[in-house]
């Protein structure tokens, strides 16, 4: 798994972290911490903090994504 991660752009010593429990059963390695509650501002949010930041526009676990689901 960690070998896919790497070949989609998420660093190998970013995946060396520990992982943070983001929400109750979701961990995640590197990041902010932040959620957006629109596509737009996490796209513009993960340009600003490329290499630092990494993320999917379309991940369930962002606010925003899940309004579309109900």
Known sequence: MDDL???EG???EVLARPPIEFEP???LVGGCK?????????????RKNE????????APYQPGNRLAEQ
């Open 10 to 12: 998420v660093p190998r």
């Open 34 to 46: 932040k959620t957006f509650s629109r596509r737009d501002s996490l796209q513009r949010h993960l």
């Open 25 to 27: 059963g979701l961990l």
């Open 51 to 58: 290499g630092r930041c990494f993320s999917d526009d379309r």
């Open 5 to 7: 991660r790497a070949r």
